[in-house]
């Protein structure tokens, strides 16, 4: 491995532990919504993926498209790496790398 590839996984772990640790912070038990989780669950939000091999490491399997839940039910939802595949992200949805309150 060349010393930029090397940095450069070393960079991305490093900012994968720094967003993580940002994310739990904000997450509160049982009123998150995880969308998009994938293998990479948050123990302390509800975890969706559309992809049925995910489980068990999520709780619910669905499309972000059609979720199974009534408006207004979490407080915060957490997505990584989830907006490219959005065939219309709504207004209020924020990117990748951002927790965002609902509330405001």
Not at 5 to 15: G, H, I, S, Y
Not at 48 to 70: E, K, T
Not at 97 to 104: I, S
């Amino acid at each position: 491995m060349s010393s930029i590839a090397f940095e450069n996984a070393r960079l991305a772990r490093q900012r994968d532990r720094v967003q993580r640790a940002w994310i739990m912070e904000h997450v509160e038990e049982g009123s998150t919504l995880h969308l998009g989780s994938g293998h990479k669950p948050i123990t302390e939000a509800i975890n969706v993926d559309p992809n049925p091999d995910c489980l068990p490491w999520v709780d619910v399997v669905a499309d972000a498209h059609a979720l199974p839940f009534r408006d207004g039910c979490f407080k915060s939802v957490v997505s990584n790496h989830v907006i490219e595949h959005l065939v219309r992200p709504g207004p209020r949805f924020v990117s990748r790398h951002v927790c965002w309150g609902l509330e405001g």
